[in-house]
């Protein structure tokens, strides 16, 4: 091997020890890695003795990745997303299951899945990224919702965001938790697709019920999810009209009855925009956070595109050296 692929190696060793010095002076610090980088994990062992860090989580897209032992894993949905998105979603997770507080710095690492080697070092101070992580109104939320429905909840609504249903966009709103309140604010756009099936047979965490779940994210209205997973309705209007809260301004009727119905009750909401694929999540009447549906070419390359398409067009677009 050359000098010159070995570099991203030692680039990542240093990465990680450089990762591993910071967060020890941090106060309440812990280090994310994006395991997929490493494929097979052999190298991601060989790194990891480096790296004796006692808060250390892997995040990967892989189902059933087996985790060096003492290391916690979060899995976060099988889907391409950008660097910022895949970490994001890993806190959410990770906020859902416990594992961090919006007290924790965290530092993050991350790269290209199966690229070999770390190429990016985040530190995100949860308490001062308040405006895109209100983290807090999440941590009480395990004893609301299962900590695995909210993964999945959230899982699925990444999927729809970026994938959508026979190539057209999807819309909707899941309301989780707190689910007899919910319903007190509810009325059903249709006739609720769940009702008269046996609790075994609409739990959301049901991999079999994948499909359907896809299918009636088509109705109009929101999903009603109990705490642990079972499906209340689907095709529910919210009644917004009767909830004062302080809600975001400039957000459509979905985003706004997501968010008043969690103003006014313990339920988390998570919506899909069908007009821009944004994954939001909502607690106590407030964003939590945003996920961005990822761009296959970013809109500086699709411009770029649109800039030189024609006979002189560069054979080499220039976002090979865009980072996402
Ligand atoms: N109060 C409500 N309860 C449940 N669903 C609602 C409610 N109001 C609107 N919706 C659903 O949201 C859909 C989109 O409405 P609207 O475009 O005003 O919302 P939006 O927040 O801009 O959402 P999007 O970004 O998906 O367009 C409606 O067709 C309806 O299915």
Not at 23 to 33: Q, Y
Not at 85 to 114: T, W
Not at 257 to 262: E, H, K, L, M, Q
């Given at each position: 091997?050359?000098a ?15 990762a591993?010095?910071?967060?020890c ?12 980088v490493?494929a097979?994990g ?6 990891l003795?480096k790296?004796?860090h ?9 189902k ?17 997303l ?11 997770i990770g ?15 991350s ?28 941590e009480?939320?395990?004893e609301?919702?299962?900590p ?11 999927t ?7 190539g ?6 899941f309301i ?12 059903q756009?249709?006739i609720n ?6 609790e ?5 965490l ?6 359907t779940?896809k ?19 689907a ?26 119905i969690t ?17 939001t ?44």
């Amino acid at each position: 091997m050359s000098a010159r692929d070995e570099l991203p190696l030692a680039i990542t060793e240093k990465f990680l020890e450089y990762a591993a010095d910071l967060s020890c002076s941090l106060p309440s610090s812990a280090i994310l890695v994006y395991a997929d980088v490493f494929a097979g994990g052999e190298k991601l062992d060989r790194f990891l003795e480096k790296t004796n860090h006692r808060r250390l989580f892997l995040v990967t897209r892989e189902k059933g990745f087996q985790a060096p032992e003492g290391i916690e894993i979060i899995e976060v949905p099988e889907i391409k997303l950008t660097r910022l998105g895949q970490i994001k979603v890993a806190i959410l997770i990770g906020v859902a299951r416990g594992l961090f507080s919006h007290q924790d710095i965290l530092v993050c690492l991350s790269g290209v899945a199966e690229s070999g080697y770390l190429d990016t070092l985040f530190i995100l101070d949860l308490d001062k990224e308040f405006e895109i992580f209100a983290l807090s109104q999440l941590e009480d939320l395990k004893e609301i919702v299962r900590p695995e429905v909210f993964q999945r909840v959230l899982s699925l609504a990444i999927t729809l965001a970026t994938q959508g249903r026979e190539g057209k966009p999807v819309g909707t709103c899941f309301i989780m938790g707190d689910s007899d309140e919910v319903l007190a604010h509810c009325e059903q756009m249709v006739i609720n697709p769940f009702r008269g099936y046996p609790e075994n047979e609409r739990n959301i965490l049901d991999p079999r019920l994948e499909e359907t779940i896809k299918e009636f994210a088509l109705l109009d209205g929101a999903f009603v999810i109990r705490g642990d997973g079972i499906i209340e309705t689907a095709g529910a209007f919210i009644r917004t009209g009767i909830v004062s809260a302080d809600i975001p301004s400039g957000l459509g009727a979905r985003h706004r009855s997501a968010a008043a119905i969690t103003a006014i009750t313990k339920a988390v909401a998570i919506t899909v925009s069908e007009s821009t694929g944004t994954v939001t999540v909502f607690r106590d009447g407030k964003i939590v956070m945003e996920i961005e549906k990822p761009h296959p070419l970013g809109p500086e390359t699709q411009w770029r595109r649109a800039f030189y398409a024609g006979p002189h067009a560069p054979s080499e677009w220039p976002h090979k050296t865009k980072i996402d």
